[in-house]
């Protein structure tokens, strides 16, 4: 391992707070704040802005309100995602049981951090880690102590860079797989009769 790797934990590169606790179901309003609820996140761990609920701005503290790169995660339900805030016009509270990390840029790529607590690795050591048996839970501490490999933030962009690619091979290779099924079932329609 090159001596610019180290594995540290995360509570040493983010400053990570816990969601906004509602004590009754979430009432959407007309005008207000936005807030980030599990069903606002996808499977792959991105976030989806668009249908966010606005309900009444009661004065949140700055500690549960999302800025643009801070990191969102999933702290329940067995699938302990992250994913990155993108850029958003509008102030956002963040629901538990999500848990915010706002990450050290000098140190970590937002991307970056969320790339290994997805991965498989990541989601195995979460896994061992995780509370609870009807509904399975990852503590704040555990989150804080998980420790990620941190190259410097140039090598971290060059990684992102790779999945990146890969990603859109895999998304090119999917497009001629069905292109080359089409062909073929079109080839065959021709020798079947109705």
Do not use: W
């Amino acid at each position: 391992m090159p001596k610019t790797v180290k594995k540290v934990p995360i509570g040493e590169i983010a400053q990570v707070n816990l969601g906004f606790t509602f004590r009754e179901k979430i009432s959407p309003q007309d005008c207000g704040i936005f807030v980030l609820q599990l069903k606002d996140m996808k499977q792959d761990g991105s976030l989806d802005l668009s249908n966010l609920d606005m309900i009444e701005n009661a004065g949140f503290k700055e500690n549960v309100l999302l800025a643009e790169n801070d990191i969102v995660f999933r702290s329940r339900g067995g699938l302990f995602l992250a994913g990155v805030v993108p850029h958003h016009l509008q102030k956002m509270v963040l629901s538990a049981p999500f848990i915010k990390l706002s990450v050290d840029f000098t140190r970590v790529l937002p991307a970056y951090l969320c790339l290994l607590i997805n991965s498989s690795a990541g989601q195995t050591y979460l896994q061992s880690k995780m509370l609870g048996s009807a509904i399975q839970t990852i503590s704040k501490a555990t989150l804080l102590e998980m420790k990620v490999l941190l190259p410097p933030p140039g090598e971290q962009k060059k990684v992102l860079e790779l999945v990146e690619l890969q990603q859109k091979e895999a998304a090119i290779l999917g497009t001629i797989l069905k292109k080359r099924q089409q062909i073929i079932n079109a080839s065959i329609r021709r020798f079947v009769s109705f």
